[in-house]
């Protein structure tokens, strides 16, 4: 069965740097893209960027290109999502999800239980 | 960039209707649309992806249809648990405003 597993919630103050990670199992880790996704309080999804981890290829969203910072360490079969310099409109739910797909036909197809992040001072 | 446009963003149905929901898109994506539901306090699941294709486990009485620029969900005759908020996304990228569906 395919897994990702998010780390838990985390409060923060403005200013802070925060890591957030998404541990695959199940499958092969470095063959599938992994993507972030961010939902607001009371709000939509906004697709954030992806990552590959056999190599840690990334392409961003232009809305978070320069404000966040995605990794991988296939070793561990684990990607991260940085967050620096922390607001408070960076409170949110952020969730990881497998890309699955092939001919340009991709989706989300496996998510993470999502990391509430709340930025409080 | 590519921008998707869901209407409407709410809808009050009751069980057993049949609901339509419209994704459009700002430029042609052919069929690469995908849509999600969403409970509260859930991760997002797969519905249909390209446009039409049923995910796995999905019941039937979801399907999805369009091709460039106009997109629709429908689902044939709700029941209870299908009261949520659906997504339409670009590909793996932009995703909709989303629809919240409620109890009539």
């Known amino acids: 069965e395919v897994q990702l597993v998010q780390s838990g919630a985390e409060v923060k103050k403005p200013g802070d740097s925060l890591k957030i990670s998404c541990k695959g199992s199940g499958y092969s880790f470095t063959t599938y893209w992994i993507g972030w996704v961010r939902q607001m309080p009371g709000k939509g999804l906004e697709w954030m960027g992806i990552i590959f981890p056999a190599d840690s290829d990334t392409r961003y969203s232009p809305s978070f290109q320069g404000h966040v910072t995605m990794s991988a360490d296939k070793s561990f079969s684990t990607a991260y999502l940085q967050l620096n310099s922390l607001k408070a409109s960076d409170t949110a739910i952020y969730y990881c999800a497998r890309r699955f797909g092939e001919m340009l036909s991709y989706y989300f197809d496996s998510w993470g239980q999502g990391t509430l992040v709340t930025v409080s001072s | 960039d590519i921008q998707m446009t869901q209407s409407p963003s709410s809808l009050s149905a009751s069980v057993g209707d049949r609901v339509t929901i419209t994704c459009r898109a700002s430029?042609?994506?052919?069929?690469?649309l995908n849509w999600y539901q969403q409970k509260p306090g859930k991760a997002p699941k797969l519905l249909i992806y390209?446009?039409?294709t049923l995910q796995s486990g999905v019941p039937s009485r979801f399907s999805g249809s369009g091709s460039g620029t106009d997109f629709t969900l429908t689902i044939s005759s709700l029941q209870p648990e299908d009261f949520a908020t659906y997504y339409c996304q670009q590909s793996y990228r932009v995703f909709g405003g989303g629809t919240k569906l409620e109890i009539k």
């Open positions: 430029q042609s994506i052919s069929s690469y």
């Open positions: 390209g446009a039409s």
